[in-house]
Structure formats: structure tokens, C-alpha cells
């Protein structure tokens, strides 16, 4: 999960603007945690408590009111008993890290990604790329390689990851349709885990997101490199940083 959160810190300087030039600094004074990162850890805290996903999430974004959320899910998650409302948005996908870690088994990721998503983003495109995401993480934790899960992935949710297409750069895209596929191919196609985060940073656009997801990815096929979990722990408050350590050890204990 360290490496959705990096990415989204890494890419939150960049978010809206053109593509920077390759050699950014990766941490800069302007960086900060984001929404993908409130939601990211909300979504662990929900299922290692048990917890209900949409209290949860409602709970961390009243708790981080400016973290940059779109404006339908900030309302939704300011008024409670508010109903999903069909969002096709790359907010399901974005958050969704923590259940590839987390769940025992194929199964148990399809229904939690699901889960998750449906609270607020049920939009079926927002539900299949959490799955997407999720069973991705789940298969190169559990051993498959990223050729392998590339092309499972390509195959099962229709998604073209080859890099001449997925990593042309579009524009500002916040559907979860046009958000997977970029990053997913900058996870697969990356030497390492910095290699995948400069490579969806540098699509410009979405940039916080795009380095969230590919950061998810990438962390479960390269790790993340301790100096980079050192400065992206430094950019949390005391409460996400609590639930990122109670996440690493239940990730130790389980796996």
C-alpha cells in the first residue's frame, strides 16, 4: 500500500499540469498526500477492522476535508445515507490497493474490490478496474510475473496494455476506463518501482492517480526502495500513518 501512497504523493505537484520533464524530483516542498491517499487508507482500515466501506470513507474525508476530492464524491461523502451515484470515475480504482494485499484469494478480491467501489462509484466500468487492479496485485504477490498478469489482465478485462497504445498520454482523464490501462502499463513495463511512477507521472493529466495505481502495482512487483517509504511516511499525519503500520504488520503476519 506504501506504494499507491508514494505515487500519489509523488504525482500530487503535477496533477492538471503538462507532463514534466523525465528527471522531476520525486519529492519537492510542494508535494502532499491527496484524496488517493485518505481513500486508500480508508479502504484498509475498513476491511482490517471489519468496518462498514462507506462510514469509513465518510469518516476520513470529513477528517481530511481538502485533500482534493471531486466534487460528487465530497458531497456524497458529507451527507450521510447518500446512495452510490454512478460514478465512472477512477475513484474505485485509486483506492483499491490495500485489498490485493489483504484478501485470501481470488474470490475474496473480486467481492471486496467490488465492495468498496460500489459504495460510492457502482458505475460497472469503476467496478471492473478495482478488480482489475486488485487481482493484479493479488497475482504478482502471490508469484505470477508481470508478463503474465499483463496479458490475464488484457484478456479478461478488455483492456489494451500494450505500451504503444496505453502509454500515448490523453489528457486530463478522470474515467476509470482511460486511468487503468495507463497505469497498469507503467507497472508492467517498469524496470522498477521508480521507473513506473516517473513513467505515469509523465503522462501527464491525472498525474497523482495514475502514480497511485502504477505505485500499487509496481510495489508488488519490485517492492518500494526505503529511502522512498521514508519520505512519503514523512508527508502523513499521525492518524494515516498509524493504519499504513497496523497494515504492514497485519500484511506480515498474513503473508
Known amino acids: 500500500m506504501i506504494g499507491a501512497i508514494a505515487g500519489d504523493i509523488i504525482g500530487s505537484r503535477f496533477e492538471g499540469h503538462a507532463a514534466p520533464p523525465e528527471g522531476f524530483e520525486l519529492f519537492h516542498r510542494d508535494c ?7 481513500c ?4 484498509a482500515d475498513a476491511i482490517m477492522c471489519q468496518g462498514d466501506f462507506a462510514a469509513t470513507l465518510r469518516a476520513y474525508v470529513r477528517r481530511h476535508p481538502d485533500a482534493g476530492y471531486g466534487g460528487m464524491f465530497l458531497r456524497w461523502a458529507l451527507t450521510d445515507e447518500a446512495p452510490a451515484y454512478g460514478s465512472w470515475g477512477n ?24 465492495a468498496q467501489a460500489e459504495v460510492s462509484h457502482n458505475h460497472e466500468d469503476a467496478v471492473k478496474a478495482a478488480q482489475s487492479v486488485a487481482r493484479a496485485i493479488l497475482a504478482l504477490r502471490q508469484g505470477a510475473t508481470a508478463a503474465e498478469v499483463r496479458e490475464w489482465i488484457g484478456d479478461t478485462w478488455g483492456y489494451d ?75 502523513l499525519t499521525d492518524d494515516l500513518r498509524n493504519v499504513l503500520g497496523q497494515f504492514e504488520r497485519v500484511r506480515v503476519r498474513t503473508h
Do not use: K, N
Not at 486508500?40 to 479502504?43: E, G, K, L, R, S
Not at 484478501?103 to 473480486?110: G, L, Q, R, S, W
Open 161 to 235: 496494455l500494450r505500451p504503444e497504445v496505453a502509454l500515448r498520454g490523453g489528457g486530463f482523464d478522470v474515467s476509470a476506463a482511460g486511468t487503468v490501462p495507463p497505469a497498469l502499463a507503467a507497472a508492467f513495463e517498469s524496470t522498477d518501482w521508480e521507473d513506473a511512477v516517473r513513467t505515469a507521472v509523465c503522462l501527464g493529466g491525472d498525474t497523482d492517480t495514475l502514480a497511485c495505481i502504477a505505485g500499487a502495482v509496481a510495489e508488488a512487483i519490485h517492492g518500494v526502495p526505503a529511502e522512498i517509504v521514508m519520505c512519503a511516511r514523512g508527508h
Open 91 to 114: 475513484g474505485a480504482p485509486m483506492r483499491v490497493a490495500a485489498v490485493g494485499w489483504l484478501a485470501a484469494d481470488a474470490a475474496e478480491t473480486d467481492a471486496l474490490a467490488a
Open 32 to 38: 502532499r498526500f491527496t484524496d488517493d491517499t485518505v
Open 40 to 43: 486508500t487508507v480508508a479502504v
